[in-house]
Each structure stands twice: as structure tokens, then as C-alpha cells.
């Protein structure tokens, strides 16, 4: 499976700042895919960060607090903008692979906390 | 919209028991059901998956059905261990333009030695 790094691995941020997080795919892989974790709830998917076009974006999700970057085939990045206490939670970077690229692999998560 | 409903929330076993985590999910046209595993701290990590033209899949202790008249699907551990405690999801596909997965809500199973 793809050796998904994701950086960095957790951080404190004042409310009102950003902070970006970024995935590195040791393969080159069409879509790239985030997710939110809440404390102690599931995974729910951000957006499709897509090479060569704009991000596809879930419902309650919008590109102007989450802007995501896909600058070639192997690296992502997600922008958590005017952050504020109920950001706080694991973003996760996910890939498909596998027959028919239905497995999905994850990177680390990146937890976040803002205070 | 699509979901996927997941029971039971928590789960505690004896080890050596057996435990048994059941997933429904809306959209007829999934066709790929995988499930995860999650320990504290740590990413999910696939652990076992179906397809929708199979009706049970076995590995060692862990075996999953799908019954895709009924848009159900399990996951079935057996001989429990203490390792085994974690929290497990299950997921179902969907394809609204790209492939994507939807995700239950999660089991936090305990085993109790």
C-alpha cells in the first residue's frame, strides 16, 4: 500500500489563525481525499482534492474555510482558515488503491487544538 | 443523502468470546464494504473488505457477510483477544461523481480479559 505522510502530527493554534497541513502520497495517485475526525466520533469527508482542478467540496463544507491545494499527483495541502475552538479535531489525508482503487489508506492525522 | 448506520456504539467481550459489529446502508448501487480498525492515538487501518458480488469473506478470526437484499453487512470476530480492543468502523461506497466511502459511526469494542 502507499506510504501516506502527513505533517504535522499535532499542533495548538490561537483562534482566528490558520494552519496548513500537508500530505506526501510516495506514489502518484489520481484523487486525494480529507477528512475530519471530531474527538471520539467517525470520519467525515471534507472535500476530494483533485490534480489539475478545483477541490469537490461536502455538503457543510466550504472552499473558503478549507482551502485545499493539489499541486501534482503525490501532495496535497488543507488550509483550516480563521480557526476557532470547534476546529479542534484529526484531519486525516486518505488515498485509494487497491483492485478497482476502492481501499482507502490514511495518513497519521494531524490533530489539531485551538485555544 | 447516503449513510450508514452502525450498532452497537460499544461492545465488551470476554476474551475468548465472540463479537459481532452490524452495519445498514442506503444506497443500493454500493457495492464495496470495507471495515476499519482504530486504536487509540493511531490511523484506521483496513482490516477486512467485501464486495458486493460476494456474500462472506474470511481471514483467520475476522470473517464479514453482506446481505445485499436486506443493505446489511457485518463484521464477526472470533476467539477475541485484548489486542482486538479498539474502535471499529465499517464504511460503504458510493459514487456521487468520484468513488467515495461513508462511514459509520463507529463501535468501541473492549475486551475483557
Known amino acids: 500500500s502507499a506510504v501516506i505522510s502527513q505533517k504535522p502530527s499535532r499542533d495548538i493554534c490561537q483562534r482566528g489563525t490558520s494552519l496548513t497541513i500537508q500530505c506526501q502520497v510516495d506514489s502518484q495517485v489520481t484523487m486525494m481525499f480529507w477528512y475530519r475526525q471530531q474527538p471520539g466520533q467517525s470520519l467525515t469527508l471534507i472535500a476530494t482534492?483533485?490534480?489539475?482542478?478545483?477541490?469537490?467540496?461536502e455538503s457543510g463544507f466550504v472552499i473558503d474555510k478549507f482551502p485545499i491545494s493539489r499541486p501534482n499527483l503525490t501532495f496535497s495541502t488543507l488550509t483550516v482558515s480563521n480557526m476557532s475552538p470547534e476546529d479542534s479535531s484529526i484531519y486525516l489525508c486518505?488515498?485509494?488503491?487497491?483492485?478497482?482503487?476502492?481501499?482507502?489508506?490514511f495518513g497519521q492525522g494531524t490533530r489539531l487544538t485551538v485555544v | 443523502g447516503e449513510n450508514v448506520e452502525q450498532h452497537p456504539s460499544t461492545l465488551s467481550v470476554q476474551e475468548g468470546d465472540s463479537a459481532v459489529i452490524k452495519c445498514t446502508y442506503s444506497?443500493?448501487?454500493?457495492?464495496?464494504f470495507p471495515w476499519y480498525k482504530q486504536e487509540l492515538g493511531k490511523r484506521p487501518q483496513l482490516i477486512i473488505d467485501i464486495r458486493s458480488n460476494v456474500g462472506e469473506k474470511k481471514d483467520q478470526r475476522i470473517a464479514v457477510t453482506l446481505n445485499k437484499t436486506a443493505k446489511h453487512f457485518s463484521l464477526h470476530i472470533t476467539e477475541t483477544q485484548p489486542e482486538d480492543s479498539a474502535v471499529y468502523f465499517c464504511?460503504?461506497?458510493?459514487?456521487?461523481?468520484?468513488?467515495?466511502?461513508?462511514f459509520g459511526q463507529g463501535t468501541r469494542l473492549t475486551i475483557n480479559p
Open positions: 464504511a460503504a461506497s458510493i459514487r456521487r461523481g468520484a468513488q467515495k466511502l461513508v
Open positions: 444506497d443500493s448501487a454500493s457495492n464495496y
Open positions: 486518505s488515498v485509494l488503491e487497491g483492485t478497482g482503487g476502492t481501499e482507502a489508506f
Open positions: 482534492a483533485n490534480q489539475g482542478s478545483e477541490a469537490t467540496y
